[in-house]
């Protein structure tokens, strides 16, 4: 088994702009874990960034301060950084190239929203013949409500990680998925 790190949209919007991340507890300090380890270990991995189209956008728009990485993750070791502008990362970019070039054929998941970016993500990589390790507790979201109703930022993680474990992902909590580093299975 040859794994790949996916360290998705981990940018100053779920910090200090529109959309903060708040569940769950830790979500950062496990990421960037996460990073320090796959680097010890040499696991390729892609930082990936978002950008809305409209340049006029309130939210992750390309160049304004919120767009940026948090300062954290923009300061580790990585193998590329792969700009997108749409949920799924694998969408309008290079990613399944870069996978192929290093052989990967597993993806690790984590960074944000659990329920968009992640998930779409997580579910490309499988309809690419991918293996999806996607970090429960690496991987995180916020209370939501709009005209479709409203749940809560647990709820909201737990459904997916629950949808993801049926047939996508296997689910796994970060404490139990460095040893595979490794162990490099």
């Known amino acids: 088994m040859s794994r790949a790190l996916l360290v998705i949209d981990v940018q100053r919007e779920y910090f200090e702009g529109a959309l903060p991340v708040s569940y769950p507890d830790g979500h950062l300090q496990r990421i960037l874990e996460i990073m320090d380890e796959a680097a010890k270990a040499k696991v390729p ?33 990585r193998d590329i950084l792969i700009d997108k502008q749409l949920p799924g990362s694998f969408t309008g970019t290079d990613l399944d190239q870069w996978l192929k070039s290093v052989g990967a054929d597993t993806v690790c998941i984590t960074g944000y929203m659990t329920q968009v970016c992640c998930d779409t993500t997580a579910r ?39 949808a993801q474990q049926m047939f996508i992902s296997e689910v796994i909590k970060t404490q139990d998925w460095l040893p595979r580093l490794a162990a490099n299975d």
């Open 124 to 162: 490309q990589a499988f309809h690419r013949g991918y293996k999806v390790e996607f970090l429960s507790d690496a991987t995180g979201t916020l209370d939501v409500e709009n005209e479709a109703g409203s749940a809560k930022a647990e709820e909201l993680q737990n459904s997916i990680l629950v």
């Open 45 to 77: 991995t892609a930082v990936i960034r978002h950008h809305q189209p409209d340049p006029d956008s309130p939210m992750f728009r390309l160049n304004s301060d919120m767009w940026q990485l948090h300062s954290e993750v923009e300061s580790r070791p």
